[in-house]
């Protein structure tokens, strides 16, 4: 018998990848100041996940700025999870205004569509096959690499 409830898996439109990207997190309510240079945990081509030091209310416009090929990217915070029992960190969920490789992943999975163009800072392919970086990608959606 199945289940009427859809899981997170089948709900994701794009595979997610681990990646340590840097960036600048601006928001674009003049009354919530927020100008924070960052790194991604997680990315994919509807959003990304970061930690920061403290909460984003769910909605809040942001600019992502600096990304790697040089450009900017509008978003909102889809959601903010308490990381650990002293709420030092929080997990913020971003998510696109526009979907797409703004983060220059190459080779991009197949459910990205189309490939990036090249940028000077795209990260350099891998020398041996099944080398880090983004070179194993799961069927569940994730990207675990080192792990089979």
């Known amino acids: 018998m199945s ?7 089948a709900a994701r439109r794009s595979t997610r990848i681990r990646a340590q ?5 601006t928001s674009l309510d003049p009354a919530v100041s927020l100008d924070e240079h960052c790194h991604t945990l997680v990315v994919n081509t509807e959003g990304c996940g970061v930690r920061l030091s403290r909460p984003l209310e769910p909605g809040l416009g942001v600019m ?14 889809a959601n903010c999870v308490p990381l650990g029992t002293g709420n030092s960190f929080w997990l ?6 526009e979907p797409g490789n703004i983060w220059c992943i190459q080779p991009a999975p197949q459910d990205w569509g189309i490939e990036a ?8 392919m891998p020398k041996k096959e099944n ?3 983004y070179s194993v990608f799961s069927a569940k959606g994730e990207a675990h690499p080192g792990r089979k």
């Open 131 to 133: 080398e880090w970086p």
């Open 117 to 124: 163009k090249p940028a000077a800072s795209t990260v350099p």
């Open 21 to 25: 990207i840097p960036f600048r997190l």
């Open 92 to 97: 913020i969920g971003l998510a696109l205004e």
């Open 64 to 77: 992502l700025d600096e990304l790697p090929g040089g450009g900017s990217a509008p978003a909102r915070v």
């Open 3 to 9: 289940s009427p409830v859809k899981s997170s898996e």
